[in-house]
Each structure stands twice: as structure tokens, then as C-alpha cells.
């Protein structure tokens, strides 16, 4: 498989355009339950049900559920990309990232996803491939932002705030599901203080981009 590219052996089986209304409603459909009940929720029957459409268009616009999951996939991490390149464009790129991290819709999607790769190795490549790409355009950025800072954080490499600020925000979101609180608002305050040591306090275009890697549902 080449990431972002064509999983498995063409078929002759007829296959619905992609940018079909009814591909999307489908998208959508096994999007929402995987946040909503795991990925073990989504069979082609569940789908079709929260779409309102038969079963067989499932298999009439992606061959396999691999071919779904991976769309599903595809397309939420091309526009949490799209988010990503325009929040650390801003005077902010720290507190941009901290808050593009920490959304926890997007970190919910993430770990669903990383969870079902464990059993679908194109989805695991298709994961990694995605996932270099951020942290790349996170690391270039962030190296710049604290290069400006370098009085302050100057021993802190670019690619431990990229980590960091994604170890938390998966962490957090694992333990709030299983009723785990503890440290949680600690760490948070603690993180955002040493934000705004180098940024000063967020400005308001900055709470945005929470906003819009939710509705993206984040990063891989």
C-alpha cells in the first residue's frame, strides 16, 4: 500500500464516485459512531442504519470496511492538517498547538483509530504516514516560535513540546473514560502557565482553533 493512496487489488466491481452525496452521508455516519461507541460498533449494517440508506451501498462505495475506515480516516486527517498549517501560522504558534492538541474530540477520534489499527495493518501505515506529516509541520514551526524565546526555553528541543502536549491530551482523554480526574486540572494549569511565560495570555483567535480541530476531529 502507498500511504494516502489505494489499498489492495483493483476490483472490476463497479465503485461510487467519490464526492457522491450518499459516500458522504456514509463517511459521516461511521464517523459519528466511531465516537460515539468504538470502532467495534461499526459494521456496514450500522452504517447504512445511521445514514438512513441500504446496506449495500456501503460495499457500492468502498469495496471493503478497510477502504472505509481508511476514507474516514483520510479525510479527517487532511483537514486537521489544513487547521494545523494555519494555527501555527499565528502569533501564537504555542498556545495555537497546546489548544489543537488538547481538544479532546480530536484526541477521542485518534485513539479509536489507533486502536483499530492494531488489527488493519493499512490503516497502521496509513496512521504513521499522517502522523510523521504533522509532526514535521509542528517541529519546524515550534522550533521557530522557541528560538524567539530561547531566553526562556531555549533547552526545551521543538520535538518535546510536540510530543508532550499530544502524551497529555491522549492521556487525559483515556482516564476521563474510565472516570479518572485526578492531576487533571494541575497539569492543565501547569502547562498553560508556562505558555503564557512565553506567549503572554491567548489571544482570541487562538481559543479557534480548539474549536476547528473539533470540528475536524484533530490530528493522527
Same mark, same amino acid.
Given at each position: 500500500?502507498?500511504?494516502?493512496?489505494?489499498?489492495?487489488?483493483? &476490483?472490476?466491481?463497479?465503485?461510487? +464516485?467519490?464526492?457522491?452525496?450518499?459516500?458522504?452521508?456514509?463517511?459521516?455516519?461511521? /464517523?459519528?459512531?466511531?465516537?460515539?461507541? $468504538?470502532?467495534? #460498533?461499526?459494521?456496514?449494517?450500522?452504517?447504512?442504519? =445511521?445514514?438512513?440508506?441500504? !446496506?449495500?451501498?456501503?460495499?457500492? %462505495?468502498?469495496?471493503?470496511?478497510?477502504?472505509?475506515?481508511?476514507?474516514?480516516?483520510?479525510?479527517?486527517?487532511?483537514?486537521?492538517?489544513?487547521?494545523?498549517?494555519? +494555527?501555527? @501560522?499565528?502569533?501564537?504558534?504555542?498556545?495555537?498547538?497546546? =489548544?489543537? &492538541?488538547?481538544?479532546?474530540? *480530536?484526541?477521542?477520534?485518534?485513539?479509536?483509530?489507533?486502536?483499530?489499527?492494531?488489527? =488493519?495493518? *493499512?490503516?497502521? *501505515?496509513?496512521?504513521?504516514? %499522517?502522523? /510523521? =506529516?504533522?509532526? @514535521?509541520?509542528?517541529? @519546524?514551526?515550534?522550533? /521557530?516560535?522557541?528560538?524567539?524565546?530561547?531566553?526562556? +526555553? $531555549?533547552?526545551? !528541543?521543538?520535538?518535546?513540546?510536540?510530543?508532550?502536549?499530544?502524551?497529555? &491530551?491522549? +492521556?487525559?482523554?483515556?482516564?476521563?473514560?474510565? $472516570?479518572?480526574?485526578?492531576?487533571? #486540572?494541575?497539569?492543565?494549569?501547569?502547562?498553560?502557565?508556562?505558555?503564557?511565560?512565553?506567549? $503572554?495570555?491567548?489571544? !482570541?483567535?487562538?481559543?479557534?482553533?480548539? /474549536?476547528?480541530?473539533?470540528?475536524?476531529?484533530?490530528? !493522527?
Amino acid at each position: 500500500m502507498t500511504p494516502g493512496g489505494e489499498v489492495g487489488m483493483k &476490483s472490476s466491481r463497479r465503485i461510487g +464516485a467519490p464526492d457522491a452525496k450518499n459516500r458522504v452521508v456514509l463517511l459521516d455516519a461511521a /464517523e459519528q459512531l466511531l465516537l460515539e461507541e $468504538g470502532y467495534a #460498533a461499526v459494521t456496514s449494517r450500522r452504517v447504512a442504519d =445511521r445514514a438512513h440508506l441500504k !446496506p449495500q451501498l456501503v460495499h457500492y %462505495y468502498f469495496r471493503t470496511m478497510e477502504d472505509l475506515f481508511l476514507a474516514v480516516f483520510r479525510r479527517r486527517a487532511e483537514e486537521g492538517l489544513a487547521v494545523l498549517t494555519t +494555527a501555527l @501560522q499565528s502569533p501564537q504558534p504555542l498556545w495555537a498547538l497546546w =489548544r489543537f &492538541s488538547t481538544a479532546p474530540e *480530536a484526541t477521542r477520534l485518534t485513539m479509536e483509530f489507533m486502536g483499530l489499527a492494531n488489527h =488493519r495493518k *493499512a490503516l497502521r *501505515a496509513e496512521i504513521v504516514y %499522517y502522523a /510523521e =506529516r504533522f509532526r @514535521q509541520a509542528q517541529n @519546524q514551526a515550534i522550533a /521557530e516560535a522557541l528560538d524567539r524565546h530561547r531566553a526562556v +526555553a $531555549g533547552e526545551v !528541543p521543538p520535538v518535546v513540546w510536540t510530543i508532550f502536549a499530544t502524551a497529555v &491530551s491522549q +492521556a487525559i482523554v483515556m482516564e476521563k473514560a474510565l $472516570g479518572i480526574d485526578t492531576g487533571h #486540572a494541575e497539569t492543565f494549569a501547569f502547562c498553560e502557565e508556562w505558555l503564557r511565560r512565553l506567549e $503572554g495570555d491567548p489571544l !482570541p483567535e487562538v481559543a479557534a482553533f480548539a /474549536e476547528e480541530a473539533a470540528a475536524s476531529h484533530g490530528s !493522527p
